[in-house]
């Protein structure tokens, strides 16, 4: 498996809570898989697919120092309730092709 697997939880006990999240060597999720008795929006962890780790709050980062500790509970923060909107998608594609738009210049004003 080329890239990075990133995990937290395990699949043993009363309450077992695995996730575990896989990005390709472009830092994009590629693989996904959760394992957990709790509810979870199965839509919200599909739109994760392909998102860049930078757009899911710079991931890598935060996992490595160990701030994320439960993917679960991070998925649920507020920061990433945009990303699960239907139109977000849209909105991603109308800001990257608005940066990659030919810029005009206006002559200056003396």
Known sequence: ?????????DCQGEHPSYF????????????????????IDVNNMIRLYGKHERLLN?????FESGDITNLYEYFSE???M?????HFDQLENDIRGFLLSPTVSYPSVS
Request: net charge positive.
């Open 1 to 9: 498996v080329k890239g990075t697997i990133y995990v937290t939880g």
């Open 20 to 39: 575990k999240l896989h990005f390709n060597s472009h830092r994009k999720v590629e693989t996904i898989v959760c394992y957990t008795k709790r509810k």
């Open 82 to 86: 945009l990303i699960f909107q239907d």
């Open 58 to 62: 710079n991931f890598v980062t935060r």
């Open 78 to 80: 507020p920061w990433c």
